[in-house]
């Protein structure tokens, strides 16, 4: 078997000066009350490992969280400046205990990153709100106990590049809106209970490099509209229950280095 290369996609903990929360109504108060409420609704350890989320500790110090100057116009004056908004969660590892339906998604308009992979605890499904999320460009939930489909939604996140959301128990079929993820270059769903055909519009994803769909229950042929990502140099789909034949598509891409089907029909 080829031996599979992990990305990790991690951010670092953003710090910055001490300084009192904007005015009320602002971004970044908004989207430290949405922060404050999904973690009252963690259990166990998680309060612990989220020590730092208090009010009087300012939330671009808080474990996990990145700021960044975002531009803001002023609707009175009609000026534009610079205002600090979270601009990404990274808490890997966490030992987090608890569900994603508490986290109001649409808080966090300026949200890039999104990383709460490896904590093994966060239970419940994906929800369609996470579409709200318009300036995310990394999604790494992998490594937990998220159930239920994968939201088509999804397919509306236009600048996302990277989705993992590999071993965890998600059911249903791939949405075809993955699709529309025109700017994704890495994919993985290894690790679920995934059903249904391998979608065709994936074969659209032309800057896709990598594509991990192993360990799934997957029926049906490997789409030979594949053989339109150019630039894909990984593909991986292990123990599945595919059959029919080997696109020739997939011989024609000269970028493909990796190649894996082994336990299928």
Known sequence: MLLLLLFALTLGHGARPEAPLPRRGTSLRAEVAALLHWKSTLKGFSQHQLGTWRHDIH????????????????????????????????????????????????????????????????SGTIPPGISSLLMLSSLNLSSNQLTGNIPPSIGDLGRISSVDLSYNNLTGEIPPALGNLTKLTYLSLLGNKLSGNIPWQLGKLHDISFIDLSLNLLVGPIPSLFGNLTKLTSLFLVSNHLSGPIPDELGEIQTLQYLDLQQNN
Do not use: E, K, M
């Open 59 to 122: 939330p671009c110090n808080w474990t996990g969280i990145t700021c960044g100057d975002v531009p803001w116009r002023q609707r009175r004056h009609g000026r534009t400046t610079a205002r600090n908004a979270i601009t990404g969660i990274a808490l890997p590892g966490a030992h987090l205990v608890g569900g994603l339906d508490t986290l109001s998604f649409r808080s966090f308009p300026y949200l890039a990153s999104l990383d709460l992979s490896d904590n093994g605890h966060l």
